[in-house]
Every structure is written in C-alpha cells, then in structure tokens.
C-alpha cells in the first residue's frame, strides 16, 4: 500500500509556472501508476496526464504544450509541471496511484494541491 503527500501549487500570475509534487510512502513508486487529475469548482474531475510505471509518460492532449509529468525515482515522488497558466487552470489537483500498468480506475490518491491563477 502507498500512501501520497502533495506539495507545491500555489498562486500564480496568468503565464506563469508552478510546480506540483506527488511524495510516495509505503512502497515504491517503481511499482506503480501515478495519474494527475483536477477539479475546478463546479466542475467534475479533468484527467491531465499519468506516468507509468516504468516512468513512460503521457499528458492529455489539451494541456500537453504546457504540462510535463515527470518521476524521479530516488526521492519516490512524481512531478506535474506547468508552464503559461491561465485562469482556466485554477483548480485543485490531484495525484493517484494505481498497482502496476495504469488502468481506468486508481486505488490510493493525494490530499490535494490547489493551485490558482489569477491577476
């Protein structure tokens, strides 16, 4: 079982950068699917992107110019980064895991990040 901590976000200024990690505990990373999710308010839940376990990653293709996923396997911990914020960005984002190949669904899930842009 793996337990995630997020850190990061925060506010930010239209075209800024921020950054969003995702701190595994419990087991390693290297096992495992790491998936970044958002949800505005109001809004349902957005799939941004998912790394696999082998460290494969891919970003939805909506924010792919802007957004990179990134794992490094030393400290445990996935990273969402994302560049040229706007307010449509404003969100809280999630992080989740999921045993082995990504799947549909995820088992173990982060507090959550808000991360907010305005002027």
């Known amino acids: 079982q793996v337990q995630l901590v997020q850190s990061g976000g925060g506010s930010v200024q239209p075209g800024g950068s921020l950054q969003v990690s995702c701190e595994a505990s419990?087991?390693?990373?290297?096992?495992?699917?790491v998936g970044w999710v958002r949800q505005a308010p109001g809004k349902g839940r957005e799939w941004i992107g998912r790394?696999?376990?082998?460290?494969?990653?891919t970003v939805a293709g909506f924010v792919s110019d802007r957004f990179a996923i990134s794992k490094d396997a030393a400290k445990n911990t996935v990273y969402l980064v994302m560049h040229k914020l706007t307010s449509a960005d404003t969100a809280t984002y999630y992080c989740?895991?999921?045993?082995?190949?990504?799947?549909?669904?995820?088992?173990?899930w982060g507090q959550g990040t808000q991360v907010t842009v305005s002027a």
């Open positions: 790394i696999e376990s082998d460290g494969d990653p």
């Open positions: 989740a895991a999921v045993w082995g190949w990504c799947k549909a669904d995820y088992e173990y």
């Open positions: 419990g087991d390693s990373l290297s096992e495992y699917c």
